[in-house]
């Protein structure tokens, strides 16, 4: 696929019998937030593990920014950066020693590394900290530590697994700030696992849903719902003169329609829906006030997903 700088096919690793990733097929677009969706032992973090050259492959092939993680994995995990589930950190050391530790052991060159951590310890704002040991930190700062680390010898990708688990709401909304702010303003992919779904429809710009080692789905969560037939919910509000008139005419184009005040709450309509009954309603001279279509939640689209695929 054009513009993918992680292509996966058929990728697959057993361990024993077990096949922890199962014939997984999957491009990941340049620039994009890609969510990786499923639930414990689905298949996340091995599929990681072998984008990244730490594990081998079973079976199938895959290409992250043109190399081969089997064969090239150490000239891959220069331009990537990975956000372990338990980041190791140094604790006896500083914020400041453990960065300038990494950026000699992934070639950030000498000259810049000192300019490099300086940077990216305020953006992390841990520049005032950064003379303490890692060891007294909270759980959120040591996370935004191992965060500031997989960035700094700026990765083309950034794998980052579960990123905001086990934060308070606040450290969490400033990681995903973060990661928001790097594939946003410096062009980062990000591929994600997490649990998060509220996370991941808020910040993913497409999600790839795993069960048991297999990809059950991928797409933004729009098409996901469209995919599994989802209809959509809208609420149009309208001049209170004219309710009655709306009301008729509303009926007229589908069955499921209700009325509280000024407000219609219409239920189990296809998107084209909306364009159409927004025509109706204005060519019959009602003064529509607010159309709010209700977008599919990943939530329900991720349920409805695992549903459909145990009944199949
Ligand atoms: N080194 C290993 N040896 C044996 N089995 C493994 C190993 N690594 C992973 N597995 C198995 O592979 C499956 C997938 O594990 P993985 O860690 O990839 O899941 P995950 O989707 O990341 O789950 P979680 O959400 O809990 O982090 C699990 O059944 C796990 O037990
Ligand atoms: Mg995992």
């Given at each position: 696929?054009?513009?993918?700088?992680?292509?996966?096919?058929?990728?697959?690793?057993?361990?024993?019998?077990?096949?922890?990733?199962?014939?997984?097929?999957?491009?990941?677009?340049?620039?994009?937030?890609?969510?990786?969706?499923?639930?414990?032992?689905?298949?996340?973090t091995?599929?990681?593990?072998?984008?990244?050259?730490?594990?081998?492959f079973?079976?199938?092939s895959?290409?992250?920014?043109?190399?081969?993680?089997?064969?090239?994995?150490?000239?891959?995990?220069?331009?990537?950066?990975?956000?372990?589930?338990?980041?190791?950190?140094?604790?006896?050391?500083?914020?400041?020693?453990?960065?300038?530790?990494?950026?000699?052991?992934?070639?950030?060159?000498?000259?810049?590394?000192?300019?490099?951590?300086?940077?990216?310890?305020?953006?992390f704002?841990?520049?005032?900290?950064?003379?303490?040991?890692?060891?007294?930190?909270?759980?959120?700062?040591?996370?935004?530590?191992?965060?500031?680390?997989?960035?700094?010898?700026?990765?083309?990708?950034?794998?980052?697994?579960?990123?905001?688990?086990?934060?308070?709401?606040?450290?969490?909304?400033?990681?995903?700030?973060?990661?928001?702010?790097?594939?946003?303003?410096?062009?980062?992919?990000?591929?994600?696992?997490?649990?998060?779904?509220?996370?991941?429809?808020?910040?993913?710009?497409?999600?790839?849903?795993?069960?048991?080692?297999?990809?059950?789905?991928v797409?933004?969560?729009?098409?996901?719902?469209?995919?599994?037939?989802?209809?959509?919910?809208?609420?149009?509000?309208?001049?209170?003169?004219?309710?009655?008139?709306?009301?008729?005419?509303?009926?007229?184009?589908?069955?499921?329609?209700?009325?509280?005040?000024?407000?219609?709450?219409?239920?189990?309509?296809?998107r084209?829906?909306?364009?159409?009954?927004?025509?109706?309603?204005?060519?019959?001279?009602?003064?529509?006030?607010?159309?709010?279509?209700?977008?599919?939640?990943?939530?329900?689209?991720?349920?409805?997903?695992?549903?459909?695929?145990?009944?199949?």
């Amino acid at each position: 696929m054009q513009n993918a700088v992680i292509s996966a096919r058929e990728l697959t690793r057993t361990f024993g019998d077990k096949a922890a990733v199962n014939r997984l097929t999957l491009d990941v677009l340049r620039g994009e937030i890609f969510g990786f969706l499923g639930h414990n032992g689905a298949g996340k973090t091995t599929t990681v593990r072998l984008l990244n050259g730490v594990l081998a492959f079973s079976g199938g092939s895959a290409t992250v920014l043109g190399l081969s993680p089997a064969a090239d994995g150490p000239a891959l995990r220069r331009r990537t950066g990975v956000l372990t589930e338990t980041p190791s950190l140094d604790e006896r050391l500083n914020a400041r020693d453990n960065l300038t530790i990494y950026a000699e052991v992934y070639d950030v060159p000498r000259d810049q590394v000192n300019r490099r951590v300086d940077e990216i310890l305020g953006l992390f704002d841990l520049a005032d900290r950064s003379k303490e040991r890692v060891g007294g930190f909270s759980k959120g700062m040591k996370q935004r530590l191992a965060l500031a680390r997989a960035l700094l010898h700026r990765p083309e990708i950034l794998f980052l697994d579960e990123p905001t688990a086990g934060l308070d709401p606040q450290a969490a909304r400033q990681v995903r700030d973060l990661i928001t702010h790097f594939s946003r303003q410096e062009g980062h992919t990000v591929f994600m696992c997490t649990h998060n779904l509220v996370e991941a429809q808020r910040l993913c710009d497409r999600v790839g849903v795993m069960e048991h080692g297999r990809l059950l789905a991928v797409g933004t969560p729009v098409e996901l719902a469209r995919q599994l037939g989802s209809r959509a919910r809208v609420e149009i509000e309208v001049a209170a003169e004219h309710v009655q008139r709306a009301d008729s005419l509303l009926r007229s184009l589908t069955a499921d329609v209700s009325v509280e005040h000024d407000t219609f709450m219409i239920g189990g309509v296809e998107r084209e829906f909306v364009p159409r009954a927004l025509a109706a309603l204005v060519n019959a001279g009602v003064m529509v006030y607010r159309v709010a279509p209700a977008e599919p939640s990943l939530e329900d689209v991720y349920f409805a997903l695992h549903e459909r695929n145990e009944t199949s």
